[in-house]
């Protein structure tokens, strides 16, 4: 795992706070909604190539 990948997880999770928290504080609940599934779903893309490789490790360990 790189460093830089948590880093870029972390940005995603500010903007993702900052932007839920001030449509929360105007009054669009929905939207808040919405920018916080999407940051969720831009997180979960970034990592399914390291789960992929980890399913790859651990399968190259147990020989299967």
């Known amino acids: 795992m790189d460093v830089s990948l948590i ?3 972390a940005g ?4 993702v706070s900052s932007a839920s928290a001030i ?3 105007s009054g ?5 909604m ?4 999407a940051g ?3 997180v979960m893309l970034m990592l399914v190539g390291e789960i992929g490789e980890l399913f790859d ?4 360990v147990f020989g299967f």
């Open 12 to 15: 995603v999770g500010v903007l």
């Open 23 to 25: 449509l929360s504080k």
């Open 40 to 42: 969720f779903i831009a």
């Open 7 to 9: 880093l870029k997880i």
């Open 57 to 60: 490790t651990v399968q190259s």
């Open 34 to 37: 919405l920018v916080t599934i």
């Open 28 to 32: 669009r609940d929905e939207q808040a």
